[in-house]
């Protein structure tokens, strides 16, 4: 069972450490994964404890993520005048334009891994996928 894990580890490891997985990597952390929930979430009023919360990120690192991106131009923070305690965050039209751009890097990516498996086997992938993810969420519980 051991090389089995092994094995896993170093096959996951080499993915992270190819340049053409960065695309997706980086949807998984930090400011592409606000922008992208931003995106998903761009109708709805969102505060930062919603990116918190939503992300299972700290509030001191959503703070820190949200202020870079304000920096960049990215998002616009608004104090939301019923509550001038409250932040609403959202997304500008250069933040917009650079998320769909990542979006579109991403796809291109994931285009190619589907195309180079097959349909069949990109299927088994992401039934495997899914598995991961009930096993982790039940084990999370």
Known sequence: MQTINNQMI????????????SPLME???GEM???????TNRNVKTLPSNISSTLNVSRSRTTATLTSLRRKGYINMEILPSDRRCLVISLTKEGTDY???KLK????????VVTNLGQENAIKLIDLLKL??????RNEA
Do not use: P, S
């Open 10 to 21: 170093e096959t996951i490891r080499q993915m992270y450490d190819m340049e053409a997985f």
């Open 27 to 29: 949807f998984c952390q």
């Open 33 to 39: 994964r606000t922008l992208n929930y931003l995106l």
């Open 99 to 101: 998320i769909i751009e």
């Open 105 to 112: 890097q991403a796809e291109n990516y994931i285009g190619l």
């Open 132 to 137: 991961i993810v009930d096993i982790t969420k």
